[in-house]
């Protein structure tokens, strides 16, 4: 059985449409006023080397749990109504999406935060990890866990 959470909650290969991931969350209730949405990409520049492409790996089972809790925190501690996470593992090409992750309130500012803190607390707790492709070789990036 699907929990909301695991509905809500993905890491996957394939893409995933933001217009799905925003009606996820206007679903939960009509007193929704505001979704606020951060989008990751692949981008072809990172620290001085041109990015050919990129490889992500995640910790199966942990990484999930990481951003339900993630979710979970983020409907607890800030006046929201709802909260998705999607990210991708894989081979993503350049100018793909990476992540997104959409939050939904009654009004615009507590969303803001709200999909601030989690992207900034997806990045620093949960094991996904990025190996980017460059004309030098492939060099893992460290920023995460």
């Known amino acids: 059985m699907k929990t909301k959470s695991s509905v ?3 890491i996957q290969e394939k893409g995933f449409s933001v217009g799905e991931v925003v009606e996820s969350v206007k679903a939960a209730s009509k007193g929704i006023g505001a ?11 990172s620290k ?3 990015i050919t492409g990129l490889d992500f790996e995640h910790y ?3 990484a999930e749990k990481k951003l339900i809790d993630i979710r979970e925190r983020a409907l607890k501690n800030f006046d929201i109504i709802e909260m998705a996470i999607v990210h991708r593992t894989g081979k993503i090409e350049i100018g793909e999406d ?12 507590d969303a803001f935060m709200a999909c601030e803190w989690a992207i900034t607390e997806l990045k620093r707790t949960t094991p996904i990890w990025k190996r980017e492709t ?3 070789g492939e060099v893992w990036v460290s920023e995460t866990p």
């Open 8 to 10: 809500l909650v993905k």
């Open 35 to 45: 979704v606020v949405t951060f989008l990751g990409a692949a981008r072809d520049f």
């Open 48 to 50: 001085g080397s041109v």
């Open 60 to 62: 199966p089972g942990m």
């Open 98 to 109: 990476i992540v997104v992750i959409a939050a939904a309130s009654a009004h615009r500012n």
């Open 134 to 136: 460059t004309k030098s």
